[in-house]
């Protein structure tokens, strides 16, 4: 199960690394389920371009793989 501070955390380093601004930071934060936030923060990066979506998959790769499948992510035969 996805919790807040799971996506809580990846927000706040995505916005750190300047992938996100504040509109989409709010926009992010303005769902009420950690799975909507979840979804909708990924959906964003993804749409940003290939250098975002890196930052932001370089950073869940070093999450435990239990969280992939609730934010909509399949590992890979690369995967840990």
């Known amino acids: ?3 807040d501070p799971d996506v809580i955390n990846l927000l706040r380093y ?6 996100l601004n504040d509109e989409e930071k709010e926009t ?4 009420i ?3 909507d936030k979840a979804r909708c923060l990924i959906d ?6 290939a250098r975002e979506s890196s ?3 370089d ?5 435990p793989p239990e969280l992939w499948p609730t934010l909509g ?8």
Not at 59 to 63: M, P, R, S, V, W
Not at 73 to 80: A, G, H, M, R
Request: hydrophobic share 40%; proline share 5%; net charge negative.
């Open 44 to 49: 964003t990066v993804m749409k940003k371009g």
């Open 59 to 63: 950073y869940l790769t070093e999450k």
């Open 73 to 80: 992510l399949t590992p890979t035969s690369d995967s840990p």
């Open 33 to 35: 389920t950690s799975e």
């Open 55 to 57: 930052v932001m998959v």
């Open 14 to 19: 995505l916005r750190e690394m300047n992938v």
């Open 28 to 31: 992010v934060e303005g769902w």
């Open 1 to 3: 199960m996805l919790l």
